[in-house]
């Protein structure tokens, strides 16, 4: 595997940690889209440059993931009046201690599984878990519509990281699939959040508690 | 080609409905959709077609099945909706056709595709689809409803995602190595045991939310009770059923590596919990589109129950249950849409007097009820008896007495809650101003309910030679022998 493999991969996990403490909207999609950025790259050092099938899921992660969702979230976010994660479950130094941990897990979790290293070096397996285990993070301490919007896109960056590593297994369709999947739901997810921001006048997830059981 | 066009043509007809202007014209476009799928998909399950798309599209036996349950349902559907629309003052809304047929497309997709990576390109499909769905009302519990399917849904899929790939790590370097069914059936042996063990848990919990199943069920009570009728008719008989095939799939792929007695075990606790979880929010229940939904959670927990067992019964068992369930909870959401039209109420407390306000409604809510519940002659007394048989054969007893237990809280729960519906006073004096069902509309309203009772009614007395030959091959796919 090259220094470049390594450089990105590296660069993916700093990015898993950034993501965990910042409470800035802006920082976070960006964030995320840079990690996006990374796995365009990671698609076309791993499935090489003469393969037109790389430069597809590059061109793909580049348009839809590090430019098109980004746009689209930042004027969601402009929208709202969404600027800043202010009430997160837990205090951002946690948050911090957590991720290590999730990183430390995410190593650990590679090493255990039975890894064959021709396929599926152990770094990118490492690299992916760590990034699912921030997003899955992101996900249940944060009570902004939108940074569990972000939540779940680096949940599925982590993925489609441990998806790259079957690029010659995948046919084109479902890799195009799976990215046309991803806007179309931030797309709807987008006109959600909108509308409960029109609707309730706030964002806040952790409010929306109408829907549940009445004691009997 | 044929399966091509299956699944082409609900898209194209979405776009077409998209662009055309008017009402009357999106209709008709609805409706052709409804009966071009419907002649298709009769045509495919008579007659299979080979596989197309170098094997990722195909009509197996399980295909064959959910495909059946898929269209019939759209199609009834689509009746309904046009009288419901009618009599109901919803919100005229133009995306709700071109929505509805990409629904359709996408679940067909999932039913008819043979590749875990085309499988759950086209579930997640249905998720973003119906989500614009359930917030039709643009109401703040329905915008509650469609945050929490998304966001739930979305990561739970996503984790799919994740087991989906892991399967593929698990194929042995030699081997034709793709997601295509056929293809990990064949590399099935010689899989690494462990990545597949950690697929197979992937994909049960990330279908599984999907799917409904406790305790990853908390999204579903409050989108299938928030969505409008025919959608909530889709959501619990067409799209619950579409993420089992999914655990099904799964379940193929590990059973022919000799792991079926890893993947059983899960499943069974997870059946079981959704069995008690649905009977314990059953009780006292108070809004009665919420019991349907809490009702499928249990029936969702039986067919992982009846796949757990094990073995060619309890398989059979479980995928006749999946077709009666379809029909008897289309036909329950059906009605639980004409009673909403006629006491403008989701309560079951504000339902009372069915049975003198409106006869015909409360002898189609009673057959919807007594079928839900297994109750005989109903269809789905032969499949919920068809697991216990097989439950007791392989020696389960004390799972066995567990089983009939929460099927008779079940039971006991529902019944209190539908005879304070269908008998006692009707509400006098009414407070707003009666609505009648009448007309054309109420007849498209209450046919297609009428149409489910029937075949509920016949899958119990007589099962067609041809329907459980289909369902013994069905069964056979799952590692059942016989």
């Known amino acids: 595997m090259s220094a470049w493999v390594h450089a990105i ?208 | 080609m044929i399966l091509t066009a299956l699944v082409a043509s609900p898209f194209l007809l979405g776009a077409l409905a998209w662009v055309l202007p008017g009402r009357t014209a999106r209709r008709a476009v609805f409706m052709a959709a409804g009966l071009v799928q419907a002649a298709l998909a009769a045509r495919v399950i008579v007659n299979p077609p080979p596989p197309e798309w170098g094997g990722a599209l195909g009509a197996d036996a399980l295909g064959q099945i959910f495909l059946g349950i898929v269209t019939l349902l759209f199609a009834l559907g689509a009746v309904y909706t046009f009288g419901y629309m009618g009599l109901h003052r919803h919100p005229r809304r133009r995306y709700y056709v071109p929505t509805m047929l990409f629904f359709l497309g996408s679940m067909t997709l999932a039913v008819l595709s043979r590749h875990l990576g085309l499988f759950w390109v086209a579930l997640e499909a249905t998720t973003l689809s119906s989500a614009t769905l359930i917030f039709f009302d643009r109401s703040e519990r329905s915008l509650e409803a469609a945050w929490k399917y998304l966001i739930l849904c979305s990561v739970g899929i996503a984790l799919a995602l994740a087991g989906t790939f892991f399967m593929a790590l698990a194929i042995p370097s030699g081997a034709e190595g793709s997601l295509q069914l056929d293809h990990l059936m064949a590399a099935a042996p010689q899989m690494a045991p462990g990545w597949l063990k950690t697929a197979f848990l992937f994909l049960l919990v990330g279908y599984g ?108 068992g479980a995928l006749l249950h999946a077709l009666n369930h379809s029909l008897a909870k289309a036909l329950l959401f059906f009605t639980a849409g004409a009673v909403f039209l006629l006491y403008h109420s989701k309560a079951v407390a504000g339902v009372s007097g069915l049975a003198r306000r409106a006869p015909l409604v409360a002898v189609l809510f009673a057959a919807g009820f007594l079928s839900i519940t297994g109750t005989p002659p109903f269809g789905l007394f032969v499949s919920e008896f068809t697991i216990l048989l097989a439950a007791l054969a392989g020696g389960h007893t004390w799972l066995s007495a567990l089983y009939l237990l929460l099927l008779a809280v079940a039971f006991t729960a529902m019944g209190a809650a539908f005879l304070g519906m269908i008998f006692g006073q009707p509400p006098e004096p009414p407070e707003s101003p009666a609505q009648e069902l009448k007309g054309w509309h109420a007849v498209m309203v209450l046919a297609p309910p009428a149409v489910l009772a029937a075949a509920s009614l016949v899958l119990g007395l007589y099962l067609p030679e041809r329907l459980s030959a289909l369902l013994k091959s069905a069964a056979l796919l799952l590692g059942g022998h016989g």
Request: net charge neutral; with cysteine; aromatic share 8%.
């Open chain 1, 9 to 216: 991969l590296v660069a993916v996990l700093l990015l898993d940690l950034l993501l965990s403490v910042t409470s800035r909207l802006s920082v976070l999609i960006r964030g995320f889209a840079l990690q996006a950025v990374g796995i365009a790259a990671l698609a076309l050092l791993l499935g090489g440059f003469d393969s037109p099938h790389a430069w597809i899921v590059a061109g793909g992660t580049i348009a839809l993931k590090a430019t098109a969702i980004p746009y689209f979230l930042n004027r969601a976010a402009q929208r709202t009046n969404a600027r800043r994660e202010l009430e997160p479950l837990v205090s951002y130094g946690t948050s911090l201690l957590l991720a290590a941990l999730g990183v430390l897990l995410a190593f650990g979790l590679a090493t255990r599984l039975p890894l064959e290293a021709r396929r599926a070096g152990f770094l990118i397996a490492a690299a992916a878990f760590a990034t699912m285990i921030t997003g899955l993070l992101l996900l249940v301490t944060r009570t902004k519509a939108l940074t569990e919007v972000v939540g779940y896109l680096v949940l599925e960056n982590g993925i489609f990281l441990f998806g790259l590593t079957l690029l010659s297994r995948m046919p084109l369709l479902v890799e195009m699939g799976i990215l046309l999947d991803v806007f179309v739901g931030v797309f709807v997810m987008g006109i959600v959040v909108y509308n409960i921001h029109r609707t309730f006048d706030h964002i806040d997830v952790s409010a929306l508690t109408t829907l549940k059981e009445d004691e009997p």
């Open chain 2, 209 to 316: 939310t999907k799917m409904g199943l406790a305790p990853m069920h908390t999204w579903l009570p409050d989108a299938h009770s928030e969505a409008p009728s025919p959608v909530s008719a889709l959501l619990s008989g067409a799209l619950l059923n579409c993420a089992f095939l999914g655990i099904l799939r799964a379940f193929q792929v590990t059973s022919a590596a000799g792991l079926g007695d890893f993947a059983r075990r899960p499943l069974l606790v997870l059946g079981f919990v959704s069995m008690a979880t649905a009977a314990a929010f059953l009780i006292r229940q108070p809004d009665y589109k919420r019991l349907l939904a809490y009702s499928s959670v249990e029936h969702m927990g039986i067919l992982a129950v009846g796949t757990g067992l094990g073995g060619g019964p309890a398989a059979y």
